[in-house]
């Protein structure tokens, strides 16, 4: 009989059908029983798997440890990843010292402080959303009348993009980060949302607004810093990063309260600082990015008493991590009143997720919102009723009927 835990299996592996907001059974085993491991890829790639907390935070703070796409050894999510991989380069596959000098470019348009200056007109967007759902049929579905449109006028108004083109750039979006697309559609999509964004920049060089497409062509574009299509590239990431995960955290988010009423409650009748803390927890608890977090050592490393080669790939899985007892107790129960801030569901280190502040008002303004005003929400249908996004990039619900 073969040893299932000296296999490589199948990356990633598969939830429980009865459990959709838990990982995959065989992480928590692998956590237990063999905590760094290899595991086998669409492609055939053997790379390894972290899966304890302080390996995943330790790894993903290692120097030594790239984001390089263009390394043989890299473990690639899928075929639409690696082309995309071939043709762009982001934030996400850059390492120091260009990552530093691109990041820093963005940094004080993400800042808390910026952040919290929204948070009035991200209050006015959801109380406008939830009126005109409350105005609306019921049962309704709260992917299309709340989840996707917060996160999705928020970027557009951050970046300047019109909110009218959001068919658009959230077609391109789904052809982008489905796991089972076809990348030669999934390239023309790209590119195609790419002059969409070249031409968004050159008209806010030669009409700038307050936003940060028009900051970017005025700073960088105009003085020949960058490229229009370095801008529309970075346009491209904020774009696509900045709506489709948190919305997808907004819809399971609920999905996984309405699961739990008594954690429900809490939010919805206790302290309003109970809901920063509750938004922690489920970023923990549900760990939305399938993708988990790509690398490949750039020299051997000691990781958790194993040495991973030079030109090895690693996946460290932050939804397992994040299921931790040594850092969470008792880990796989949702508590919105335990300290879950530590948590590694924006990532760690160096490419630790720009947009989480933002992330974190869209949220904290939802969550501490929707079950103040309807009080009554309910899933309209059993949640083994649910849709679950199995293979997408951002883990979700595809819609959530909902009753009041
Ligand atoms: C709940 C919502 C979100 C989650 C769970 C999330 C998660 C993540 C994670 C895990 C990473 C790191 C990936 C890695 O280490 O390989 C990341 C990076 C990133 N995220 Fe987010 N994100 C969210 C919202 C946002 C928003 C709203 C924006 C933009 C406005 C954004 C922009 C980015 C960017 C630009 C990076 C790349 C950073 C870098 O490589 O330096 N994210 N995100």
């Known amino acids: 009989m073969t040893d299932a835990l000296s ?17 995959a059974p065989e992480l928590g085993h692998r956590m237990e029983e063999a905590p760094i ?14 899966t304890r907390y302080a390996d995943a ?4 703070a290692d120097p030594r440890v790239s984001v390089d796409v263009s390394q043989p050894g890299f473990p690639h999510t899928n075929a639409v990843s690696k082309a995309r991989d071939a043709q762009m380069k982001t934030l996400m596959q850059m390492d120091a010292p260009e990552h530093t000098a691109h990041r820093r470019l963005m940094t004080s348009d993400f800042m808390i402080k910026k952040m919290e200056v929204l948070r009035p007109r991200i209050q006015q967007i959801v109380d406008e959303l939830i009126d005109d759902l409350l105005a ?15 996160p999705t006028l928020v970027i557009c108004e951050l970046l300047g993009v019109p909110y009218v083109d959001r068919a658009f750039f959230q077609r391109v979006a789904g052809a982008l980060v489905m796991d089972e697309g076809d990348p030669a559609q999934a390239m023309t999509a790209s590119e195609e949302l790419n002059v969409y964004l070249d031409d968004l920049v050159e008209r806010k060089n030669a009409e700038p607004g307050d936003d940060v497409l028009s900051r970017l062509a005025v700073e960088q574009y105009r003085t020949g810093a960058m490229t229009r299509r370095e801008i529309s590239t970075m346009g491209q990431l904020l774009l696509v990063a900045g709506h489709d995960t948190t919305a997808n955290m907004i819809a399971l988010g609920t999905a996984a309260l309405l699961a739990h009423p008594g954690q429900l409650a809490a939010v919805r009748d206790g302290d309003p600082a109970l809901v920063a803390n509750a ?7 549900l760990s939305i990015t399938h993708t988990e977090a790509r690398r ?32 969470f107790p008792a880990p796989d129960r949702l508590d919105v009143r335990r300290q879950a801030r530590h948590h590694v569901a924006f990532g760690y280190g160096a490419h630790q997720c720009l947009g989480q502040p933002l992330a974190r008002v869209e949220l904290q303004v939802v969550f501490g ?36």
């Open 57 to 60: 935070r330790a790894v993903l």
């Open 7 to 23: 296999e490589p299996n199948l990356f990633p592996m598969a939830r429980a059908a009865r459990c959709p907001f838990d990982p």
């Open 369 to 404: 919102t929707l079950f103040r005003r309807i009080p009554t929400l309910a899933l309209a249908v059993p949640l083994e009723d649910l849709t679950f996004k199995h293979q997408a990039v951002f883990y979700g619900v595809r819609e959530l009927p909902v009753t009041w």
């Open 37 to 50: 491991s290899r595991v086998r890829l669409w492609d055939g790639s053997t790379p390894w798997m972290i």
């Open 296 to 327: 490949v050592a750039r020299e051997d490393l000691q990781i958790g008493g194993h040495l991973i080669r030079k030109g090895e790939g690693i996946i460290v899985v932050k939804s397992i991590a994040n299921r931790d007892p040594s850092a």
């Open 136 to 150: 609306g049929p019921n049962p309704a579905d709260l992917v299309e009348a709340l989840a996707l449109p917060v």
């Open 279 to 285: 938004v922690e927890e489920l970023l923990r608890y």
